[in-house]
């Protein structure tokens, strides 16, 4: 494309200009879109958020001869632009038109590069009707010459330089005021780097070059203030922090309304603002709390103000958000305040210094004299670079210090339901316009409906803390281990958000080296059901110490659920496994039935009695009591494991049948591989899982012998310990078991009536157990020098490594243990 011509013949100093709607953009170093103003989106059609931080290239396609398209009006730009360039070039706005443009282009350059400062004009009313003048503050008319063919006007852009100092710090006052609203510092600069390329200037019909100032809808050509210390014309300056009021196109007093949010522009129309903040505020309702988590939220809220709004946010908590502990009320005084910040997001593509200086998850000490204090607003349209450093420590982040000259800051407090949950930062690039106060009251509005989000994540967090150490609470945390069986279990809820239920499990050690397995499930869901089943879970262990048959203990559970309340109901199965005899005893409560494999791989499901629910009563519960052989498999589960939608029961339970147990599988293996098989996840009931897997004693690791009822029988009872363990190799226990033993069957045969048993297990440890008829548990007591009783269960208490009591079904059992020599 041939270059279009330009002119240095300096302008007259006659004071006269031509006033033109004018566009202002800015392609950055990296080729997007920098700055757009309102004059741009009335020029080319394109909105700001549609554009900023944009690629350039495509935007303007430009139309020149017979084939439209072919070049993008800013890539041609830049391409004419060395230094500065003027000309008329015609485009395309955004809904096809073609546009007669004139443009005034600068290599500026910036801290990041060299940018493309664009000025441009429509041109067609310029040619028809001419520019519009101005002498001072006097609009004059403008009439043509009537030389130009048609009655238009000749209109050639040009660069122009000033002569009279005067007049160019009058032009550069003026110019200034259309550029982008950076900082005092900033603008002088970029107003410095034109002045000597020339300044947009019109050539009227060959014969006048004027310069061309902005021309501003509902404002009047207002003259440039006067420094009297040094008699020279002020450039603009940053805006103060709140609005100052200008005079009016008919002298009287208005406020100027500021540029839309998050977008450099000039002063623009009440209506269009209020359109942005309007948008802003529905896309934070929109974005923002799509999940109960508080992070997510924070995220979101950063992400929605970035780059709209600002090209830095960041959401900072009060730690004790994290924590089971309530947040401070609006009185934070007298403390020093640990905050997290917990998101942070910006526009910046080289992330590094921002990341250094605000990590995600750091602490943040807040002493309670920083200004601003957590639940004060903070405006700072320009920050000075002298203290930048100053307001990094206020804010408790002294890395932030270099990252903050001529940027703008607003911080606002997060505070829902009168209490503050921490402080939200923006801040926004020198390039664009600073925030005001009206960006500050959008900002308070977009934190507040932010901070009522982030008070649901912080109330649903403690919630679930409290559901879930309820649950922890009133769940086994890990199997037991218990001599002859191999125990794994698993809990999920089916509330995703209370994270409770009513399903429940057990494994009890019995006498004997027996152990009592359960699982049961309160009919419905949410913390209601959970307190309930932690009544029913206590009841059941407690009865299982007194060794009650299993259908026995199933009438007591029932009775209590009458005593607790009509709706209270659950199903249950409790099960007895004793791996000396091989044997399985169980009884049902309206529950699905339990799944035996044996250790041939073969499974079936038990046909136990299925009674009725705990709490439905009148209905008679009945025990069934199978053979196991060793390596047989338990599965007991809830009925929330097996209910797919779309099958029945017996379908998940068939499924659950269907070998999904092998021999060499450890408890925790085959808990996993049923979940996996048959837990799907459209679920919404609790899944309690048990599984079991019987080992049994062997019979040369247990020795019981009947005794009679004649005291001689503890010399009796001491040389049957003596003779098993020196069978068992164990001599050097001999002297202390012995001991034990002694003081054991002395007190049981002075309480019994007709039967004394002593009984020496070997299962990893050595368990020795005597039994008697009487139901009177013994009672651990001190011993004075001169008394002759009570020193046996003393003796037992200090010698030996646990021991216990516990009822059978007729009569009591007094045990203890002792570890097995190395």
Same mark, same amino acid.
């Given at each position: 494309?041939?270059?279009?011509?330009?002119?240095?013949?300096?302008?007259?100093?006659?004071?006269?200009?031509?006033?033109?709607?004018?566009?202002?953009?800015?392609?950055?170093?990296?080729?997007?879109? +920098?700055?757009?103003?309102?004059?741009?989106?009335?020029?080319?059609?394109?909105?700001?958020?549609?554009?900023?931080?944009?690629?350039?290239?495509?935007?303007?396609?430009?139309?020149?001869?017979?084939?439209?398209?072919?070049?993008?009006?800013?890539?041609?730009?830049?391409?004419?632009?060395?230094?500065?360039?003027?000309?008329?070039?015609?485009?395309?706005?955004?809904?096809?038109?073609?546009?007669?443009?004139?443009?005034?282009?600068?290599?500026?350059?910036?801290?990041?590069?060299?940018?493309?400062?664009?000025?441009?004009?429509?041109?067609?009313?310029?040619?028809?009707?001419?520019?519009?003048?101005?002498?001072?503050?006097?609009?004059?008319?403008?009439?043509?010459?009537?030389?130009?063919?048609?009655?238009?006007?000749?209109?050639?852009?040009?660069?122009?330089?000033?002569?009279?100092?005067?007049?160019?710090?009058?032009?550069?006052?003026?110019?200034?005021?259309?550029?982008?609203?950076?900082?005092?510092?900033?603008?002088?600069?970029?107003?410095?780097?034109?002045?000597?390329?020339?300044?947009?200037?019109?050539?009227?019909?060959?014969?006048?070059?004027?310069?061309?100032?902005?021309?501003?809808?509902?404002?009047?050509?207002?003259?440039?203030?006067?420094?009297?210390?040094?008699?020279?014309?002020?450039?603009?300056?940053?805006?103060?922090?709140?609005?100052?009021?200008?005079?009016?196109?008919?002298?009287?007093?208005?406020?100027?309304?500021?540029?839309?949010?998050?977008?450099?522009?000039?002063?623009?129309?009440?209506?269009?603002?209020?359109?942005?903040?309007?948008?802003?505020?529905?896309?934070?309702?929109?974005?923002?709390?799509?999940?109960?988590?508080?992070?997510?939220?924070?995220?979101?809220?950063?992400?929605?103000?970035?780059?709209?709004?600002?090209?830095?946010?960041?959401?900072?908590?009060?730690?004790?958000?994290?924590?089971?502990?309530?947040?401070?009320?609006?009185?934070?005084?007298?403390?020093?305040?640990?905050?997290?910040?917990?998101?942070?997001?910006?526009?910046?593509?080289?992330?590094?210094?921002?990341?250094?200086?605000?990590?995600?998850?750091?602490?943040?000490?807040?002493?309670?004299?920083?200004?601003?204090?957590?639940?004060?607003?903070?405006?700072?349209?320009?920050?000075?670079?002298?203290?930048?450093?100053?307001?990094?420590?206020?804010?408790?982040?002294?890395?932030?210090?270099?990252?903050?000259?001529?940027?703008?800051?607003?911080?606002?407090?997060?505070?829902?339901?009168?209490?503050?949950?921490?402080?939200?930062?923006?801040?926004?690039?020198?390039?664009?316009?600073?925030?005001?106060?009206?960006?500050?009251?959008?900002?308070?509005?977009?934190?507040?409906?932010?901070?009522?989000?982030?008070?649901?994540?912080?109330?649903?967090?403690?919630?679930?803390?409290?559901?879930?150490?309820?649950?922890?609470?009133?769940?086994?945390?890990?199997?037991?281990?218990?001599?002859?069986?191999?125990?794994?279990?698993?809990?999920?809820?089916?509330?995703?958000?209370?994270?409770?239920?009513?399903?429940?499990?057990?494994?009890?050690?019995?006498?004997?080296?027996?152990?009592?397995?359960?699982?049961?499930?309160?009919?419905?869901?949410?913390?209601?059901?959970?307190?309930?089943?932690?009544?029913?879970?206590?009841?059941?262990?407690?009865?299982?110490?007194?060794?009650?048959?299993?259908?026995?203990?199933?009438?007591?559970?029932?009775?209590?659920?009458?005593?607790?309340?009509?709706?209270?109901?659950?199903?249950?199965?409790?099960?007895?496994?004793?791996?000396?005899?091989?044997?399985?005893?169980?009884?049902?409560?309206?529950?699905?039935?339990?799944?035996?494999?044996?250790?041939?791989?073969? +499974?079936?499901?038990?046909?136990?009695?299925?009674?009725?629910?705990?709490?439905?009563?009148?209905?008679?519960?009945?025990?069934?009591?199978?053979?196991?052989?060793?390596?047989?498999?338990?599965?007991?589960?809830?009925?929330?494991?097996?209910?797919?939608?779309?099958?029945?029961?017996?379908?998940?339970?068939?499924?659950?049948?269907?070998?999904?147990?092998?021999?060499?599988?450890?408890?925790?293996?085959?808990?996993?591989?049923?979940?996996?098989?048959?837990? +799907?996840?459209?679920?919404?009931?609790?899944?309690?899982?048990?599984?079991?897997?019987?080992?049994?004693?062997?019979?040369?690791?247990?020795?019981?012998?009947?005794?009679?009822?004649?005291?001689?029988?503890?010399?009796?009872?001491?040389?049957?310990?003596?003779?098993?363990?020196?069978?068992?190799?164990?001599?050097?226990? +001999?002297?202390?078991?012995?001991?034990?033993?002694?003081?054991?069957?002395?007190?049981?045969?002075?309480?019994?009536?007709?039967?004394?048993?002593?009984?020496?297990?070997?299962?990893?440890?050595?368990?020795?157990?005597?039994?008697?008829?009487?139901?009177?548990?013994?009672?651990?007591?001190?011993?004075?020098?001169?008394?002759?009783?009570?020193?046996?269960?003393?003796?037992?208490?200090?010698?030996?490594?646990?021991?216990?009591?516990?009822?059978?079904?007729?009569?009591?059992?007094?045990?203890?243990?002792?570890?097995?020599?190395?």
């Amino acid at each position: 494309m041939t270059r279009l011509p330009t002119t240095t013949t300096p302008l007259a100093a006659t004071g006269v200009s031509a006033l033109v709607r004018l566009a202002v953009l800015c392609v950055g170093p990296d080729g997007d879109i +920098s700055y757009w103003n309102r004059g741009a989106e009335e020029l080319f059609g394109h909105r700001w958020e549609c554009v900023f931080g944009r690629p350039a290239a495509g935007l303007l396609p430009h139309t020149a001869g017979r084939h439209p398209g072919e070049q993008d009006a800013l890539d041609v730009l830049d391409d004419l632009t060395r230094s500065a360039w003027a000309g008329a070039l015609p485009t395309t706005d955004r809904d096809g038109g073609v546009k007669d443009v004139v443009w005034w282009s600068y290599r500026v350059m910036e801290p990041t590069g060299r940018s493309l400062l664009v000025i441009a004009a429509n041109a067609r009313p310029l040619r028809d009707t001419g520019p519009r003048l101005a002498l001072g503050d006097q609009l004059l008319p403008y009439t043509a010459d009537g030389t130009t063919s048609r009655g238009a006007v000749r209109i050639t852009p040009r660069l122009a330089p000033v002569a009279d100092p005067a007049h160019a710090e009058h032009l550069a006052g003026r110019l200034g005021s259309v550029l982008p609203r950076v900082s005092a510092g900033r603008l002088d600069r970029i107003v410095r780097q034109i002045v000597p390329l020339g300044y947009p200037a019109v050539e009227v019909d060959g014969t006048v070059l004027l310069p061309v100032l902005p021309e501003e809808y509902g404002t009047t050509v207002a003259p440039p203030a006067t420094n009297p210390a040094t008699g020279r014309t002020a450039r603009p300056s940053r805006p103060a922090p709140h609005p100052e009021l200008l005079p009016g196109p008919r002298g009287d007093v208005t406020a100027p309304v500021p540029a839309p949010v998050g977008v450099p522009g000039l002063s623009i129309a009440p209506g269009h603002v209020l359109d942005e903040q309007l948008a802003l505020l529905r896309e934070t309702g929109a974005k923002v709390g799509t999940t109960l988590d508080l992070e997510t939220t924070a995220r979101e809220l950063c992400a929605v103000t970035v780059p709209r709004f600002a090209d830095f946010a960041a959401v900072l908590v009060v730690d004790q958000l994290f924590s089971d502990t309530e947040p401070p009320k609006d009185d934070l005084s007298g403390a020093t305040i640990l905050a997290r910040r917990v998101a942070v997001a910006h526009t910046d593509t080289t992330p590094g210094p921002w990341a250094a200086a605000l990590p995600e998850g750091e602490l943040i000490p807040l002493p309670a004299d920083s200004t601003p204090r957590l639940g004060e607003p903070l405006l700072v349209p320009v920050i000075d670079p002298a203290l930048a450093q100053d307001i990094a420590l206020d804010l408790g982040v002294p890395g932030l210090g270099p990252l903050l000259p001529e940027r703008s800051m607003v911080v606002v407090p997060l505070t829902a339901r009168g209490t503050v949950l921490g402080r939200m930062c923006f801040l926004r690039h020198p390039g664009r316009r600073p925030f005001d106060a009206k960006d500050a009251a959008t900002a308070a509005e977009v934190a507040a409906r932010g901070a009522v989000h982030l008070d649901n994540a912080r109330l649903h967090r403690l919630e679930s803390r409290a559901a879930a150490t309820l649950q922890r609470s009133m769940m086994p945390t890990r199997p037991p281990r218990i001599p002859g069986v191999r125990i794994a279990h698993r809990y999920m809820p089916g509330d995703r958000q209370a994270q409770v239920g009513g399903d429940w499990f057990d494994a009890i050690q019995l006498p004997g080296g027996r152990v009592a397995l359960i699982v049961g499930d309160v009919m419905g869901h949410g913390l209601l059901s959970a307190a309930v089943m932690g009544q029913f879970r206590t009841s059941v262990i407690t009865m299982a110490a007194l060794d009650l048959p299993p259908a026995q203990l199933l009438r007591h559970l029932d009775n209590l659920a009458h005593r607790l309340g009509a709706e209270h109901l659950a199903t249950c199965v409790y099960a007895v496994y004793d791996p000396i005899h091989r044997t399985l005893a169980l009884a049902n409560a309206g529950h699905i039935p339990p799944v035996l494999a044996r250790h041939d791989g073969r +499974s079936q499901l038990l046909q136990v009695p299925e009674g009725a629910p705990i709490g439905v009563g009148g209905v008679p519960f009945e025990t069934v009591e199978i053979p196991v052989p060793d390596g047989s498999w338990l599965v007991l589960c809830t009925d929330g494991l097996v209910e797919v939608r779309g099958q029945g029961i017996d379908a998940g339970l068939a499924a659950l049948c269907s070998n999904v147990i092998e021999p060499q599988q450890t408890p925790e293996d085959v808990c996993e591989q049923i979940l996996n098989r048959v837990h +799907s996840d459209d679920r919404r009931d609790d899944v309690a899982l048990l599984v079991a897997n019987f080992q049994g004693i062997p019979s040369e690791d247990v020795a019981e012998w009947r005794l009679s009822m004649d005291l001689s029988e503890v010399r009796k009872a001491r040389a049957l310990t003596r003779e098993q363990l020196a069978r068992w190799g164990l001599r050097g226990l +001999s002297d202390l078991t012995e001991l034990l033993v002694s003081e054991l069957v002395t007190n049981a045969l002075r309480v019994a009536s007709h039967e004394v048993s002593l009984r020496l297990m070997r299962v990893g440890k050595l368990l020795v157990e005597v039994s008697d008829d009487d139901h009177n548990l013994p009672q651990l007591r001190r011993a004075d020098a001169d008394d002759e009783e009570g020193r046996g269960l003393a003796l037992v208490s200090n010698l030996s490594r646990r021991w216990g009591t516990s009822r059978k079904a007729v009569g009591k059992v007094v045990w203890f243990e002792l570890p097995l020599p190395d």
